[in-house]
């Protein structure tokens, strides 16, 4: 039996803000991983020399780690009970995420 049963779609409410229990930091060593698994699809996520030409400090995650990394360290606490992963079709990433 889980310890944590979970809460189904009534129990939550429009605006209310989960604080996740383990906080997750991504580094150099899981974007290196990440990208031996999943290689990077442009040029400006792999190679800060790439990213300070077009402007930024340094080359920024990949937007698919942190929607993973995101997505992911929802699991124990929204998804429990649910069929599907549901809100994140209108997800925006407003700005780029930095390692750290």
Do not use: Q
């Not at 189904?8 to 991504?26: K, L, M, Q």
């Not at 150099?28 to 930024?56: I, K, Q, T």
């Amino acid at each position: 039996m889980k310890t944590n049963p979970g809460r189904f779609f009534e129990d939550y409410r429009v605006g209310e803000v989960i604080t996740h229990a383990v906080p997750r930091t991504v580094g150099p060593g899981e974007r290196a991983l990440y990208h031996a698994l999943y290689p990077a699809r442009g040029a400006v996520h792999s190679s800060d020399a790439f990213a300070r030409g077009v402007g930024l400090a340094a080359s920024p995650l990949d937007d698919l780690i942190a929607f993973h990394t995101v997505f992911g360290k929802t699991v124990p606490d929204i998804s429990l009970n649910a069929v599907a992963n549901l809100g994140y079709a209108e997800g925006r990433w407003l700005a780029p995420v930095w390692p750290g």
